[in-house]
T-cell receptor, first 115, second 109 residues
């Protein structure tokens, strides 16, 4: 199992450009999450998905969009990049079932700089 | 008010020391609790779940006080390899996870 993979590892964007951060998991987990982590801070939830075709907003969704067409893939789209979106982006997945909780498995992260 | 609050540290301790981290959370309906470890510039990894009765995993002991909305992590006999940032994580009843800012631990020889 590769676990959770993210591409690219690093990216520099100019203000106003767009890009898609890719996330794939091969563990057949139902839940997937996107977080951003600013320097010296904890992770903040951007969007999450409870299964294919279902997504919902987290704490900081503005400026981002997601889709979940398959169990495996959960891409994050940045439209009109702004310097405030400079951060490290982590994707995670978790096999959550009602009444239970499981650990989250994280990808290695994408370091994004917007200048 | 932040969902999860932690002392950022850093905690600078010698090898062999015992160190304790604390964490408070604001949502009384929170369901599950975890400690994650994050090494510099790496992704977080689960250290241990935290149960109401308290639980131990080797040198690590976690405690939960639901009445006070307080979670703790105790590390005994610190090793150099324990140097990292420790993240307190709380899961709500919608299966969303809230992370504290992390407590940085430096274990010195």
């Amino acid at each position: 199992n590769a676990g959770v993979t993210q591409t690219p590892k690093f990216r520099i964007l100019k203000i106003g450009q767009s890009m898609t951060l890719q996330c794939t998991q091969d563990m057949n987990h139902n839940y997937m999450y996107w977080y951003r982590q600013d320097p010296g801070m904890g992770l903040k939830l951007i969007y999450y998905s409870v299964g294919a075709g279902i997504t919902d907003k987290g704490e900081v969704p503005n400026g981002y969009n997601v889709s979940r067409s398959t169990t495996e893939d959960f891409p994050l789209r940045l439209e009109l990049a702004a310097p405030s979106q400079t951060s490290v982006y982590f994707c995670a997945s978790s096999p959550i079932f009602p009444g239970q909780s499981y650990e989250q498995y994280f990808g290695p992260g994408t370091r994004l700089t917007v200048t | 008010r932040k969902e999860v609050e932690q002392d950022p540290g850093p905690f600078n301790v010698p090898e062999g020391a015992t160190v304790a981290f604390n964490c408070t959370y604001s949502n009384s309906a929170s369901q599950s609790f975890f400690w994650y470890r994050q090494d510099c510039r790496k992704e977080p990894k689960l250290l241990m779940s935290v149960y109401s009765s308290g639980n131990e995993d080797g040198r690590f002991t976690a405690q939960l006080n639901r009445a006070s909305q307080y979670i703790s992590l105790l590390i005994r006999d610190s090793k150099l390899s324990d140097s990292a940032t420790y993240l307190c994580v709380v899961q709500d009843n919608f299966n969303k996870f809230y992370f504290g800012s992390g407590t940085k631990l430096n274990v010195k020889p």
